[in-house]
């Protein structure tokens, strides 16, 4: 089937809009994780999801962000009063284990805050 | 502190020759150690993990806690190993994973 998809592939937003980035994860996977990849920071860590368990949320940079997972697939990740600096490459990975790792990669929503 | 070192931002070998990706880390406790690889216009895809002392695409990677590193190896490097490798780590059954920088990895023919 496919692997993770991601929506949109792109987004330019203006400073202070609020933007909302969608994962599917492959059907089937419990865990479903957040991360961020950006020039000067490299791969950062945003939000775990597994299973029915409370979020691990110790990546989020601060209260602007949030995400939400429904029905334990489709996942949600919203960034209110978008920054310059939240400008990055938002990755969601998924895997059917319960081991932590995140396995297959969506290919990303580029976001560009002007 | 929890930290991944990838020493080399980019490394450059020709075809057959051996590659040694060097990985640091840091951690209080008992990581555990991931190699992933995004190949050019390619998503970020798991590579290897030390738990499972596998070989993946002829390469291999040996925890050495001695040292706290996880170099990633492989005997004669091939034009298609050509990519950004990443180190990572995280805590045993944890999602949050902490990242090397990277290296670019350039196999020349």
């Known amino acids: 089937g496919a692997g993770v998809s991601q929506s949109p592939s792109n987004k330019v937003t203006e400073k202070g809009k609020d933007v909302e980035l969608r994962c599917d994860p492959i059907s089937g996977h419990t865990a479903l994780y957040w991360y961020r990849q950006s020039l000067g920071q490299g791969l950062e860590f945003l939000i775990y999801f597994q299973g029915n368990s409370a979020p691990d949320k110790s990546g989020l940079p601060s209260d602007r962000f949030s995400a939400e997972r429904t029905g334990g697939s489709v996942s949600t990740l919203t960034i209110q009063r978008t920054q310059q600096e939240d400008s990055a490459v938002y990755l969601c990975?998924?895997?059917?284990?319960?081991?932590?790792?995140?396995?297959?990669f969506g290919p990303g929503t580029r976001l560009l805050v002007l | 502190a929890q930290r991944v070192t990838q020493p080399e931002k980019l490394l450059s070998v020709f075809k057959g020759a051996p590659v040694e990706l060097k990985c640091n880390y840091s951690?209080?406790?008992?990581?555990?150690l991931f190699w992933y690889v995004q190949y050019s216009r390619q998503r970020l895809q798991l590579l290897l993990r030390?738990?499972s002392r596998e070989s993946i695409k002829g390469f291999t990677a040996d925890l050495n806690k001695g040292e706290t590193s996880f170099h990633l190896k492989k005997p004669f490097a091939q034009e298609e190993d050509s990519a950004m490798y990443y180190c990572?780590?995280?805590?045993?059954?944890?999602?949050?994973?902490?990242f090397g920088k990277g290296t670019k990895l350039s196999v020349k023919p």
């Open positions: 030390h738990i």
């Open positions: 990572a780590l995280s805590g045993q059954g944890q999602g949050n994973l902490i």
């Open positions: 990975a998924s895997s059917y284990t319960s081991s932590g790792t995140p396995q297959y």
């Open positions: 951690y209080s406790g008992s990581p555990e």
